[in-house]
């Protein structure tokens, strides 16, 4: 059975009551839905604790996708603890403090893509920090520059909406595409789109904050040069 994905329903859920419906040979437990995040698309996987109904927890250290199976998450745990059997209900409890870091970051990434209007050939997502890289054919990039324009984006308050659209309406608008190296999650038929206020709207599966506000001031910490054409820019939360 497919996990279902209630991070995808409301980010800011930080926890909830699930049945353990497997536990994989290396002790991957599965769950019949999760608020845990699943690395992907450059943002790692979510972290915290699974309480069981005697009181006692255990320690998440990362959330994936099945490799076998895509639709369902793989909950990591820590190792040398006791794993749950198939059948028990459990309380899943996230790491708050560092999935807010990532969504902000996550957001402030959004509009760093806006504030240098180039192809995006990779990036990350850290806790608190994040970077992008441009293909980018001319250097002369200015830290305080870009820095400036970008908490101008993020002052301008803008609400952070998502919406839905199907795989053919995607590719018949290839520009909401902004990332060369990471392509929008399909096989479901229909792709999230993110939408920054009239800001910004690209194809993305991650977590986001509701306003801009959220965000706080961002400072750009380094820009790199990678290549003849790439430039990588890191960004982090002030």
Same mark, same amino acid.
């Given at each position: 059975m497919p996990t279902e994905l209630l991070f995808r329903q409301d980010a800011y859920i930080d926890r909830n009551a699930a049945r353990v419906e497997a536990?994989? $040979?290396r002790g991957a437990i599965i769950l019949d839905r999760t608020v845990f995040y699943a690395t992907g698309g450059g943002q790692p996987g979510d972290s915290g604790t699974l309480r069981r109904a005697d009181g006692s927890e255990i320690t998440i250290a990362t959330a994936i996708y099945d490799p076998e199976d895509k639709s369902r998450v793989l909950h %990591? *745990?820590? $190792? #040398?603890?006791?794993?749950p059997e198939p059948g028990e209900t459990v309380e899943l409890v996230l790491d708050w403090d560092k999935r807010l870091k990532r969504m902000r970051i996550h957001t402030a990434l959004h509009l760093l893509s806006v504030t240098l209007p180039y192809p995006v050939t990779g990036g990350s997502i850290g806790d608190g920090e994040g970077r992008l890289d441009f293909d980018i054919p001319d250097g002369g990039l200015d830290r305080a520059a870009i820095g400036d324009a970008?908490? @101008?984006?993020?002052?301008?308050h803008a609400e952070v909406t998502e919406r839905w659209i199907t795989d053919a309406e995607l590719d018949a608008n290839p520009g909401l595409v902004k990332t060369m190296s990471v392509? *929008? *999650?399909? #096989?479901? #038929?229909? %792709?999230?789109? %993110? @939408?920054? #206020?009239?800001?910004?709207?690209? *194809?993305c599966g991650g977590t986001h904050v509701r306003n801009t506000a959220e965000i706080g001031l961002v400072a750009v910490t380094d820009i790199e040069k990678k290549g003849k054409q790439n430039r990588r820019v890191r960004i982090a939360l002030a």
């Open positions: 536990v994989t $040979e %990591v *745990p820590a $190792e #040398g603890q006791d794993l970008l908490n @101008a984006l993020i002052a301008r392509k *929008p *999650p399909r #096989g479901s #038929g229909r %792709v999230r789109l %993110v @939408a920054i #206020g009239d800001i910004d709207l690209q *194809p």
